[in-house]
């Protein structure tokens, strides 16, 4: 009898074991261990490798300013492109890098409301990343229009000529619309740092660093009647982040939709681009904060889970994005129109073929393999994967822009766009940028979510009495858990 | 700030988990103060309702930024486009509300999220440069792993030697007394062999 009964037990244990959910941060780290290992990083003498990469990539980025002092001083002509290709990589790069800055606000803003506690210790450095993309993005459009000394044309500003903006026009639309979303994303991101600022200020050793972290966190000091507007400052933030994240790629690809081109003209862009946005985010967020977990050994605040969780979205989404490659090529047959169904055809067999199986391989192929556990759970392999989505997505936006205009209704305006080393260069000048931003952010602000993160450890529950500096306290089985 | 008792801003304790700050803050609110605070380095749930607060306004501040956005966009492009210097774009009309709801929602949310964070401010009174619990050595483990809770002096309730019991009884540990200005606060060691 007793020995059933222990057999049972065990049984029940083991059942347990299995289904208990695994803990977002590994090896019962207390709340101090949480604070140490994410300021530190921030606290310590800058490590060798982060002054190299920061020169390498801030170099890098210098030909940025440089590649847009040529463009400008000397013409447009330096770019690649002229009738009929008049929207080539400037454009490609732009939707290439606001496609990028999607991920950020979406898992602040779509993983909050909708539970997903796993997003506090990846949020900070995607909104980050999200707010860097924006701007290499803002770069492209702003020189794109000629004459960048009249950009501020694009604002609602009385000017000279007494001419308003045609607020019909999508170009229009997309100017809110991007605007918009940086100002917002930066202001969501800023108010996730205020308390980890303060925790910053709190430890500072130095006057300097005690001031600027000091009047970077606002005064902020914990008080409970501070949470209170604080926690409904951020759900209504999130709250309206989330229709902004979907309405950005949206208008985005209303630029395109609204047109009569053939290949821009369907009413399936909205979602296809947001789709490709959250895929082509995610892919960037796994890139950046895998080497950046491993440099900085931070394996019990971003587990396997998150990253086994960000594969599966990226699965999700690669899948949506070939459906609607797919459903773009059925459309096409099915409308009869004969230029529609040339625009397909020669998007895939054209002169660009090249470019349209680079991104059926990388977005579509490629992430199939996180079907499989072991692709998911071994982040170089996941590293490696990923670089595909990061690749095909920059494909994804050049076969959409380049293929559908190269070759217009009359044969007689055809061409085909090669870019020139100015556009090569440009774009290399905004990967610098990128990175050499997000290695300042790595270096100046606290890279993981501290108070969140403290926010789902167990010994932040409060109705777990026990003492929560001891390891004993820590629900060791589901139905603990679930007590 | 005349007499020595002015200067003091409240009474703090120390408690050792976000368990044992809830269930102190149940019988502070239960024996009816007023001015007394909890802080902790995350906001604990069911600390709003065991310090009897009502929800939040910062709402209000959204739902009127919100407004203003919608206001703002629905007159610029109506001023703009209809009155102003109405011009005919490819035949369609001056005014149509298709072509402006992109711009509508956006500064919908613009002027939603200005508001919300304008809210917040005003309600937390933030920024401020400092803030006599930061005289308080070891507050800054607030925003580590500390958990505390600070009696107002200025509480028709307080009084420094039953505060001080009240405190005790409640579980907190490191009691202490956190004054108005920096200079006033007595070396931590000395202030505790008093509690």
Known sequence: ?483 | MSSSSNLIFGLGAEFSSAGALLEAAKKVHAQGFRKWDVYSPFPIHGMDHAMGFQRSRVSLFSLIGGFTGLATAFGLIYYTSAINYPLIVQGKPYFALESSLPIFFELTILLTAFGTILGLLLLTLLPRLHHPVFNWDRFQKATDDGFFLVLEANDPQFDSNQSRRFLQALGGTHITEIFQDPEETPHPARSEATS
């Open chain 1, 1 to 483: 009898m007793r020995a059933d009964n222990s057999s049972a037990q065990a049984a029940f244990a083991k059942a347990a074991d299995y289904l208990e959910r695994r803990p977002l941060v590994s090896n019962h780290r207390p709340l101090s261990w949480i604070t140490q290992k994410v300021c530190q990083i921030v606290e310590e003498p800058a490590p060798k490798w982060w002054w190299i990469l920061t020169i390498v990539f801030g170099a890098m980025a210098t030909l940025t300013p440089a590649m847009l002092t040529y463009l400008v001083s000397t013409g447009v002509g330096v770019w690649g492109l002229n009738v009929p290709v008049c929207w080539a990589w400037d454009i490609t790069n732009f939707v290439f890098w606001i496609g990028i800055g999607h991920a950020g606000t979406l898992i602040s803003a779509i993983l909050f409301l909708t539970r997903q506690k796993w997003r506090t210790s990846i949020n900070r450095s995607a909104e980050a990343m999200t707010i860097f993309a924006v701007i290499c993005a803002g770069i492209f459009p702003a020189f794109h229009v000629g004459r960048v000394w009249m950009a501020w044309f694009l604002a609602p500003i009385p000017n000279a000529n007494a001419i308003w903006q045609n607020f019909r026009s999508p170009l229009l639309w997309d100017v809110f619309a991007v605007s918009t979303y940086f100002t917002v994303s930066l202001i969501f991101w800023y108010l996730g740092l205020i308390p980890d600022l303060a925790s910053l200020r709190d430890r500072a050793t130095t006057r300097l660093r005690q001031m600027v972290y000091g009047l970077l966190a606002l005064g902020w000091r914990g008080s409970n009647r501070h949470w209170t507007h604080y926690e409904k400052t951020y759900l209504i933030l999130a709250g309206i982040s989330t229709p902004l994240v979907l309405s950005v790629h949206s208008v985005v690809s209303f630029d395109f939709a609204t047109s009569i081109v053939p290949g821009w003209h369907t009413t399936i862009f909205p979602p296809y681009f947001v789709a490709g946005a959250i895929f082509g985010g995610f892919a960037m967020v796994l890139t950046l904060l895998i080497p950046f977990r491993e440099i900085y050994n931070l394996h019990d605040l971003v587990t396997d889970k998150h990253i086994d969780n960000m594969c599966k979205i990226i699965l999700l989404t690669g899948s949506l994005v070939g459906y609607a490659y797919s459903m773009e090529f059925f459309i096409a047959w099915y409308s009869g129109n004969p230029f529609e169904i040339y625009a397909f055809t020669n998007r895939a067999f054209g002169p660009y073929w090249w470019a349209y199986w680079a991104m059926i391989t990388c977005n579509v192929a490629a992430p199939q393999l996180f079907w499989f556990k072991y692709c998911r759970q071994n982040p170089w392999v996941v590293l490696a994967i990923v670089m595909f989505p990061n690749t095909g997505m920059w494909f994804e936006r050049f076969v959409i822009i380049v293929t559908s205009i190269h070759r217009d209704f009359l044969p007689s305006s055809w061409g085909y766009f090669s870019p020139t080393w100015v556009d090569i260069t440009l774009f290399i000048g905004t990967i610098g940028l990128f990175v050499f931003l997000f290695l300042l952010f790595v270096r100046f602000l606290p890279i993981i979510n501290m108070f969140e993160v403290k926010g789902i450890t167990p010994q932040a529950d409060p109705h777990s009495s026990e003492d929560h500096h001891s390891p004993s306290s820590i629900p060791q089985t589901a139905s603990e858990v679930h007590a």
